[in-house]
Protein backbone atom coordinates (compact mmCIF):
# COMPACT_ATOMS: atom_id res chain seq x y z
CA UNK A 1 0.00 0.00 0.00
CA UNK A 2 0.89 3.56 -1.12
CA UNK A 3 -0.08 6.62 1.24
CA UNK A 4 0.62 10.22 0.44
CA UNK A 5 -0.59 12.84 2.94
CA UNK A 6 -0.90 16.24 1.89
CA UNK A 7 -2.75 19.50 2.74
CA UNK A 8 -0.77 20.89 5.41
CA UNK A 9 0.19 24.27 5.84
CA UNK A 10 0.30 27.96 8.04
CA UNK A 11 -2.39 28.46 9.45
CA UNK A 12 -3.56 30.96 12.92
CA UNK A 13 -5.10 29.31 16.17
CA UNK A 14 -8.67 29.24 15.78
CA UNK A 15 -8.51 27.97 12.13
CA UNK A 16 -9.48 25.05 10.36
CA UNK A 17 -7.52 22.43 7.85
CA UNK A 18 -8.09 19.88 5.95
CA UNK A 19 -5.50 16.42 5.28
CA UNK A 20 -5.71 14.02 2.94
CA UNK A 21 -4.68 10.89 2.18
CA UNK A 22 -4.59 9.12 -1.03
CA UNK A 23 -3.59 5.55 -1.37
CA UNK A 24 -3.17 2.76 -3.79
CA UNK A 25 -1.66 -0.16 -4.82
CA UNK A 26 -4.36 -2.74 -2.90
CA UNK A 27 -8.07 -2.81 -2.70
CA UNK A 28 -9.06 -0.04 -0.34
CA UNK A 29 -11.35 -1.32 1.69
CA UNK A 30 -9.28 -4.17 2.77
CA UNK A 31 -7.31 -1.79 5.30
CA UNK A 32 -8.21 0.84 7.54
CA UNK A 33 -6.29 3.70 8.03
CA UNK A 34 -5.06 5.73 11.10
CA UNK A 35 -3.57 9.17 11.26
CA UNK A 36 -0.60 9.90 13.64
CA UNK A 37 1.51 13.28 14.17
CA UNK A 38 4.97 14.15 15.07
CA UNK A 39 6.23 17.13 17.06
CA UNK A 40 9.13 18.77 17.29
CA UNK A 41 10.96 17.00 19.79
CA UNK A 42 8.47 14.49 20.82
CA UNK A 43 7.14 11.11 20.09
CA UNK A 44 4.85 9.73 17.27
CA UNK A 45 1.29 10.40 19.00
CA UNK A 46 -2.07 8.48 17.52
CA UNK A 47 -4.85 11.39 16.38
CA UNK A 48 -7.54 8.70 15.12
CA UNK A 49 -8.66 5.91 13.19
CA UNK A 50 -11.05 5.38 10.44
CA UNK A 51 -12.30 1.32 9.66
CA UNK A 52 -11.98 0.02 6.38
CA UNK A 53 -16.10 0.46 5.76
CA UNK A 54 -15.58 4.23 7.59
CA UNK A 55 -18.22 2.82 9.98
CA UNK A 56 -16.38 2.92 13.30
CA UNK A 57 -13.63 6.21 13.67
CA UNK A 58 -11.80 6.30 16.92
CA UNK A 59 -9.69 9.32 17.61
CA UNK A 60 -6.86 10.69 20.80
CA UNK A 61 -8.55 12.44 23.53
CA UNK A 62 -6.64 15.51 22.36
CA UNK A 63 -8.42 15.81 19.08
CA UNK A 64 -12.01 14.59 20.29
CA UNK A 65 -14.82 16.97 18.90
CA UNK A 66 -12.47 19.13 17.22
CA UNK A 67 -11.32 16.66 14.43
CA UNK A 68 -13.17 14.61 12.30
CA UNK A 69 -11.63 11.70 10.06
CA UNK A 70 -13.75 10.09 7.15
CA UNK A 71 -12.92 8.41 3.82
CA UNK A 72 -14.05 8.01 0.50
CA UNK A 73 -14.11 4.27 -0.58
CA UNK A 74 -14.24 5.63 -4.55
CA UNK A 75 -11.73 8.25 -4.08
CA UNK A 76 -9.27 5.40 -2.37
CA UNK A 77 -8.58 8.70 0.33
CA UNK A 78 -9.39 9.48 3.70
CA UNK A 79 -9.37 12.67 5.25
CA UNK A 80 -8.26 14.20 8.37
CA UNK A 81 -10.84 17.93 9.01
CA UNK A 82 -9.14 19.75 11.64
CA UNK A 83 -11.23 22.61 13.31
CA UNK A 84 -10.76 25.33 16.37
CA UNK A 85 -6.95 24.31 15.47
CA UNK A 86 -4.55 25.19 18.74
CA UNK A 87 -0.78 26.02 18.81
CA UNK A 88 -0.17 22.46 20.28
CA UNK A 89 -2.02 20.72 17.11
CA UNK A 90 1.63 21.80 14.94
CA UNK A 91 3.44 18.86 14.00
CA UNK A 92 3.87 16.90 10.96
CA UNK A 93 1.15 14.75 10.27
CA UNK A 94 1.30 10.98 8.67
CA UNK A 95 -1.27 8.55 7.32
CA UNK A 96 -1.02 4.83 8.02
CA UNK A 97 -3.08 1.28 7.22
CA UNK A 98 -3.66 -1.40 8.87
CA UNK A 99 -4.69 -4.77 7.78
CA UNK A 100 -8.88 -5.15 8.39
CA UNK A 101 -8.27 -7.21 11.44
CA UNK A 102 -6.02 -5.60 13.36
CA UNK A 103 -6.54 -3.84 16.56
CA UNK A 104 -5.71 0.25 15.66
CA UNK A 105 -4.87 0.76 19.98
CA UNK A 106 -1.84 -1.29 18.80
CA UNK A 107 0.95 0.84 16.73
CA UNK A 108 2.73 -2.19 15.28
CA UNK A 109 -0.90 -3.37 13.45
CA UNK A 110 0.06 -0.39 10.90
CA UNK A 111 2.48 -1.64 8.33
CA UNK A 112 2.47 0.95 5.34
CA UNK A 113 2.76 4.69 5.90
CA UNK A 114 3.34 7.67 3.88
CA UNK A 115 5.70 10.45 4.24
CA UNK A 116 3.98 13.22 6.18
CA UNK A 117 2.51 16.42 5.80
CA UNK A 118 3.71 19.38 7.76
CA UNK A 119 0.81 21.73 9.76
CA UNK A 120 2.09 24.83 11.84
CA UNK A 121 -0.70 26.47 13.71
CA UNK A 122 0.42 30.24 15.03
CA UNK A 123 -0.68 31.90 17.94
Known amino acids: VQLQASGGGLVQAGDSLSLSCATS????????VGWFRQAPGKEREFVGD????????NYADSVKGRFTISRDNAKNTVYLQMNSLKPEDTAVYYC?????????????????WGQGTLVTVSS
Open 25 to 32: GRRFTSYA
Open 50 to 57: VSWSGGII
Open 96 to 112: ASRPRNTDYRQNTSYNY
